[in-house]
């Protein structure tokens, strides 16, 4: 097998563990390190850009005419997967995961939704009721460490985080995350389907909310309406975005889940509306025959990220009919073979 086949392979298996989980495994301080490298900047491609779509004067940013499918629940984007019921993990006296960060611990948002989804699923393929209860408990951890700002309820990261690893960009707790409400967003609503309880309802109606919340309107934000009009959940919000593309992905993937749930026209409205915006911004992430750009502010290309983004498009073809993202994913993987 040549080299670039054996590169590409390795690192297919990597992200479909990723996918299948329903998060990103690695921490907030790994995430965009090991093989990443930064290009210089580019010119500006967003300023050449057509829009897609027209602005939706009831909601004030862009929304195209994207399809949206309802896909059997076992095929939705966080699927999560049968975990062991005490995971290999650092874990709190109650038996809640733990984030290790340079041998101090946090409670990480972000992971604890995604094992709740896979205690989940562990309850369904099982049928343990052990599974369920383990789902419960961090979904209630979750509840207890949420914020409330202007009826949306956030999830604080109580860490540090040097983005990309220059020591430029230090995201200080507390800080919040789009990807993070999006997952986490996914966990309420199947902890609902799950256990019909109305807390978890009420819970995912209100993460909802915080996606609603814009940066013009707020003072705790993680979803911005750009000078072009296009939605963005974003993934680490300060004042000057970096429009992260995995990590608007995943969010948009629970913002799906709830709106399976919910089937209403405002739900689908900001699904589509955020849809539009990756549709007409994806060129300025793409690099003919290289590796894609994990953000558009740093420029930072990763090998593991741009595999990422192959899958999340894809993902995104499957709950939305047609084949525009398949075409994308394709020459997103053109790109990876060339450059390898």
């Not at 300023?47 to 005419?65: C, D, K, M, P, T």
């Not at 909310?209 to 680490?236: A, G, I, M, R």
Request: aromatic share 14%; charged share 25%; with cysteine.
């Amino acid at each position: 097998m040549k080299k670039s086949n054996k590169r590409i392979l390795v690192l297919s298996s990597l992200v479909a563990l990723i996918i299948i989980f329903g998060s990103v495994f690695m921490t907030r301080s790994e995430e965009t390190t090991g093989t990443a490298t930064q290009k210089e900047e580019p010119a500006d491609l967003a300023a050449q850009l057509e829009h897609v779509a027209e602005i939706n004067a009831e909601y004030g940013f862009r929304i195209g005419s994207t399809d949206i499918v309802d896909v059997p629940l076992d095929k939705v984007p966080y699927v999560g997967a049968v975990v062991p019921l005490e995971p290999d993990e650092p874990t709190d006296e109650n038996g809640i995961v733990m984030y290790n960060q340079e041998g101090e611990l946090h409670y990480h948002p972000l992971k604890i939704g995604k094992y709740a989804k896979s205690f989940l699923v562990s309850y369904e393929k099982k049928k343990e009721d052990a599974f369920l209860e383990k789902a419960i408990l961090h979904g209630d951890k979750l509840l207890e460490m949420a914020e409330e700002h202007n009826g949306g309820l956030y999830f604080p990261y109580t860490n540090n985080f040097d983005l990309h690893g220059f020591g430029e960009d230090i995201m200080e707790g507390p800080w919040y995350s789009a990807m993070t409400q999006g997952q986490n967003l996914s966990t309420f609503t199947r902890l609902y389907n799950y256990t019909g309880d109305e807390k978890y309802l009420d819970a995912a109606h209100k993460v909802f909310q915080s996606l609603k919340n814009l940066k013009s309107e707020n003072d705790v934000w993680v979803s911005l309406v750009d000078d072009e009009s296009y939605l963005w959940l974003e993934e680490f919000p300060r004042e000057e975005p970096t429009y992260a593309l995995n990590g608007f992905l995943f969010a948009i993937f629970g913002v799906y889940d709830y709106y399976l749930l919910q089937q209403d026209e405002e739900t689908e409205s900001y699904l589509k509306g955020a849809i539009t915006t990756v549709k007409h911004y994806l060129p300025v992430y793409r690099v003919e025959g290289e590796i894609s750009y994990y953000c558009r502010d740093h420029h930072v290309q990763s090998d593991r990220y741009h595999m990422i983004h192959i899958a999340q498009l894809e993902y995104l073809n499957r709950i939305t009919g047609g084949s525009y993202f398949e075409e994308q994913a394709s020459k997103f993987r053109a790109d990876f073979e060339l450059s390898s």
